[in-house]
């Protein structure tokens, strides 16, 4: 492991490869959330489904304890964006519910987030969420070797725009990842390409555009923690972690490492 410039995390295929197997606990672990979030289920429950999960794989979560969190995910329901704490709140018919999750494995890390509609919920917010996931996949696409940070970030904002009329967060962004969750650089979700830190082998990424129905505009709630927009309108949030190979791209918390959806953006897969 080395450093580059501005605290740059440079990462070794070893490394790369024990962030491949945190990655994958956090990919296995959101599919099994995305199975039991349906109506009647607790959040709070969700996080006791994603702790067993996380530590019966092997695995540390990321978020408990971390600067205090009380859970191992952030359940965010409906105008709630991120960071939302886990517990009594009983998920119902028509909402959606963003979760995000980290793990840790040999100390290094993986970082995902999607957003999950319980039941029938409008069309425009399935349509939020068809968005949001792929911006994140458009911005993942755009990183190559040799080219910059914020070439996710136009890519991302780029996207969106294409799509429609959306608030992207602007206080809030992507981020390095690897001996620590949140590492620089950041990775914003909107701006001009070819800033930033150079994207090099061996450097990871966490990209994760969270995106309203409104405006970009939130508050943080009174336990210190929940992300609201302040015009009440809904939400999504979707993350993954990618690394740049000398081969191509490879998102490390998705199961089949994105090859599925890079093949469909014409990006070649670096997976090992
Ligand atoms: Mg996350
Ligand atoms: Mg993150």
């Known amino acids: 492991m080395g450093f580059l410039d501005r605290g740059v995390e440079i990462k070794t ?8 197997r945190a990655g994958l606990v956090v990919g296995r672990t959101l599919e099994v959330l995305r199975d039991a979030a349906r109506a009647g289920v607790s959040t709070g429950e969700l996080d006791a489904i994603a702790e067993d999960h996380i530590r019966s794989s092997g695995a540390t979560p990321s978020f408990l304890g971390y600067h205090g969190f009380p859970g191992s995910i952030c359940t965010s329901v409906n105008d709630e964006v991120v960071h939302g704490i886990p517990g009594d709140r009983v998920l119902a018919e028509g909402d959606v519910v963003s979760i995000d999750c980290g793990a840790i494995v040999d100390g290094w890390h993986g970082d995902a987030a999607i957003t999950v509609a319980i039941g029938a919920v409008p069309d425009e917010v399935t349509e939020l969420m068809r968005v ?36 992207i967060l602007e206080d809030y962004t992507g981020h390095g990842i690897g001996s620590a969750m949140h590492q620089p650089p950041n990775v914003p979700n909107y701006g001009r390409a070819g ?45 993954h972690t990618f690394t740049l190979t000398a081969t191509g791209t490879w998102v490390l918390t998705a199961i089949d490492g994105g090859e599925e959806q890079l093949a469909a953006l014409g990006v070649r897969f670096g997976g090992r």
Do not use: N
């Open 13 to 20: 295929p070893e490394q790369v490869d024990a962030m491949r």
């Open 195 to 239: 800033k930033g830190p150079r994207l090099v082998e061996g450097l990871a990424l966490a990209v994760e555009p969270m995106l309203t129905l409104g405006g970009k505009d939130v508050s943080v709630l009174d336990d210190d923690w929940t992300v609201v927009t302040d015009d009440g309108r809904w939400a999504a949030h979707y993350e």
């Open 132 to 167: 949001t996931e792929q911006a994140m996949w458009h911005g993942i696409a755009a990183a190559h070797l040799g080219g910059r940070v914020t070439d996710i970030s136009y890519a991302v904002e780029r996207h969106v725009r294409s799509q429609g009329r959306y608030g």
